[in-house]
């Protein structure tokens, strides 16, 4: 017989990766009670540091990530890996042809790495990405990284999720001020300019930090060089990921109303959605339809 969602959270304390996959996949599909839930709602004993890492397609998220992972986890730290991304790399399958060479993760029990590929119908992130670093945080994870694709509306609400934000962009990301626009700085925690082996990183750091100080927020918000590749600059920024996990001010950040709306939606959402289905499903005829909105 197959665990239920309940049996598995109810054996936590073991913290089996095994278990933990299937609690994700139950998530994924949503199956399970209400009731079996509520240990999910429960305020962790120790909440893992949430960072989101957001930005284009291709600015070097998921190579940032794998530099990250390894850096975290030579202080010691265990590390959860979300990828909201279905061309993530952070498959099994996947990473083997990839030039990211992060297979030493994967058999690191401290890692674990799960990809989710589709996002929410309301083009929000899943319900089940909520859930899933709530399943996160319960097994005690010092860190969880997410990696969202985009800088679009959408991938705004990463804030959300995350309690500390990488906005990563690469010199050919063009007019800072254009970012600026975005949305970004609203977002942003930390501002890192990869692939600064190429042309242009420079000018384009500068740029960003001129536009920083006029808007009054470069004492926030950081900018940082990277080259993720060449694994240069990392180390600035697993440290700023240690002194924010040290602050301990994410755990009451996480109380933020907006964050427990914009969880609230996506769950909602998903409830009455899987509702209006079963409705649908049913309708057969056009009286059926012509009565569907009574
Ligand atoms: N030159 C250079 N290439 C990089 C760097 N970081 C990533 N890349 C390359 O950029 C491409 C996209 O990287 P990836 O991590 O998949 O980007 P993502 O789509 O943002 O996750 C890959 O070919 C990487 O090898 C960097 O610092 N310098
Ligand atoms: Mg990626």
Not at 76 to 102: C, E, K
Not at 106 to 126: A, E, Y
Not at 227 to 244: C, F, M, P, R
Request: glycine letters at 8%; hydrophobic letters at 45%.
């Amino acid at each position: 017989m197959s665990d239920t969602l309940a049996a598995l959270l109810k054996r936590r304390k073991n913290k089996s990766f095994q278990d933990l996959a299937k609690v994700l996949t139950l998530l994924e599909r949503k199956s399970g009670k209400a009731a079996d839930y509520r240990v999910l709602f429960e305020p962790p004993r120790a909440p893992s540091l949430r960072i989101g890492v957001t930005g284009p397609p291709g600015a070097g998220k998921s190579t940032l990530i794998a530099q990250l992972v390894k850096d975290l986890r030579s202080q010691g730290l265990t590390v959860a890996v979300l990828a909201v991304d279905p061309s993530s790399p952070f498959t099994q399958g996947a990473i083997l042809g990839d030039r990211i060479r992060f297979s030493d993760s994967f058999n690191d029990p401290g890692v674990f790495i799960r990809s989710i590929g589709s996002r929410g119908s309301s083009g929000g992130l899943t319900a089940a990405a909520y859930l899933m670093l709530r399943a996160f945080d319960l097994w005690n994870f010092d860190v969880v990284l997410i990696e969202t694709v985009g800088v679009g509306q959408t991938e705004l609400e990463v804030m959300y999720v995350a309690d500390f934000v990488i906005v990563t962009l690469v010199p050919e990301s063009g007019d800072a001020i254009q970012a600026m626009k975005a949305g970004l700085l609203e977002i942003a925690d930390v501002f890192v300019v990869n692939k600064a082996d190429r042309p242009g990183a420079d000018a384009f750091a500068r740029e960003l930090k001129d536009s920083l100080e006029l808007g009054g927020d470069a004492e926030n918000v950081k900018v940082l060089l990277t080259s993720a590749t060449k694994n240069d600059g990392i180390s600035a920024l697993t440290k700023l990921i240690s002194s924010e996990k040290d602050k301990k001010k994410f755990i009451l950040n996480r109380k933020d109303k907006r964050r427990l709306q914009a969880e609230a939606r996506a769950l909602l959402l998903l409830n009455e959605s899987q509702k209006l289905e079963k409705k649908i499903q049913k309708i057969r005829t056009p009286k059926d339809l012509a009565s569907c909105l009574k």
